[in-house]
């Protein structure tokens, strides 16, 4: 069964500090995946998509790393703001269409001052 | 503002009613997606169209939900008698082929 976890299930952190939430996957075949943001009662927001060959891409103080060998996704905020108190949910269609897709539960972030 | 919008955004109605919610994609992208989620969870994939044409439905699109994008513009997802699991977020996204899915805020519906 394609799964995707993620952990920690909920994370609180001091202004200004860094923090890293994983992404666990056993989707085959890979596609590419996609980090997303919600704010409580909105959309996610998209902040990365990294593909099969790519290892770290960035967003402002957003940084995802992928290993593709050990399926496993990192993501990275630095300096930590009130503003990134969100769900932070990891997405990895597989390549056989959208019927399969897989959220995983997200990581939910407080920031606290 | 261009972005995703649906419409309305809370919805409350008595089990066994129909429901019928409205999503307006960003204008240039062709395809369009339909999510619920509920509290605590991921959005879960309902259906998926590109264009007017429905390419893809979840086995949870059950014979009470029907979608339609009519002229490949808005969609509209409508649940005919409605039941109290059916209450959720159901978000609609929409993307240009393959990149980026923009998030709409979502419909909240809650069946009582």
Not at chain 1, 63 to 69: F, H, P, Q, S
Not at chain 2, 50 to 61: F, I
Not at chain 2, 84 to 111: H, I, K, N, W
């Amino acid at each position: 069964k394609n799964q995707v976890e993620q952990s920690p299930q909920s994370l609180i952190i001091l202004e200004g500090k860094n923090c890293t939430l994983q992404c666990n996957y056993t989707v085959s075949p890979f596609s590419n995946l996609r980090w997303y943001k919600q704010d409580t009662g909105r959309g996610p927001v998209s902040l990365t998509i990294m593909t099969f060959s790519e290892n770290t891409k960035s967003n402002g103080r957003y940084t995802a790393t992928l290993d593709a060998d050990t399926k496993q996704s990192s993501l990275h905020i630095t300096a930590s703001q009130l503003s990134d108190s969100a769900s932070y949910i990891c997405v990895v269609p597989p390549s056989g269409g959208y019927q399969k897709v897989t959220f995983g539960t997200g990581t939910k972030l407080q920031v606290i001052p | 503002d261009t972005g995703v919008s649906q419409n309305p955004r809370h919805k409350i109605t008595k089990r066994g009613q129909n429901v019928t919610f409205r999503c307006d994609p960003i204008s240039e992208h062709n395809r369009l997606y339909w999510y619920r989620q509920t509290l605590g969870q991921g959005p879960e994939f309902l259906t998926y169209f590109q264009n007017e044409a429905q390419l893809e439905k979840s086995r949870l699109l059950s014979d009470r939900f029907s979608a339609e994008r009519p002229k490949g513009s808005f969609s509209t997802l409508e649940i005919q008698r409605t039941e109290q699991g059916d209450s959720a977020m159901y978000l609609c996204a929409s993307s240009r082929t393959e990149d980026t899915q923009y998030f709409g805020p979502g419909t909240r519906l809650t069946v009582l």
